[in-house]
């Protein structure tokens, strides 16, 4: 029974990329401290997808996910997530710049 809800869900996020990067970003602990639509302890993902809208940022913003960095939003600093692979930090980067 179990293994039926898994494939169900594999499925489900087969067929909607934008579930799947949510679940990356919930799974790689983003979510602790950014919501995609409410500013929380970071801004929200479509706030950072405004302000850097039509810039050509995604390198410098996945090296700011893997290795942290302050001073863009706030004096909060954003953590540094060296566990996270470059793969994933592009993908979780594409989508959130692809958010409105
Ligand atoms: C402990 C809280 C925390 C966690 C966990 C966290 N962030 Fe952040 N994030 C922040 C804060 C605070 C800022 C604002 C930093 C600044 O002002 O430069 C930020 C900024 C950002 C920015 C914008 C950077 C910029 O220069 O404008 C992106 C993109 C981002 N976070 C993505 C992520 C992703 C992806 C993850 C998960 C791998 C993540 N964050 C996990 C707190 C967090």
Known sequence: MKSIYVALLGFAALQSPVLADQALAQKSNCLACHQVANKVVGPSFK?????YAGKD???TL????????SGAWGAIPMPANPQLSDDDAKKL?????SLK
């Not at 706030?47 to 302000?51: E, G, S, W």
């Not at 996945?62 to 960095?69: I, L, M, S």
């Open 57 to 59: 940022v995604s390198a």
């Open 93 to 97: 980067v594409s989508w959130i710049l």
């Open 47 to 51: 706030d950072i997808a405004k302000k």
């Open 62 to 69: 996945v090296g700011k996910v893997k290795g942290g960095g």
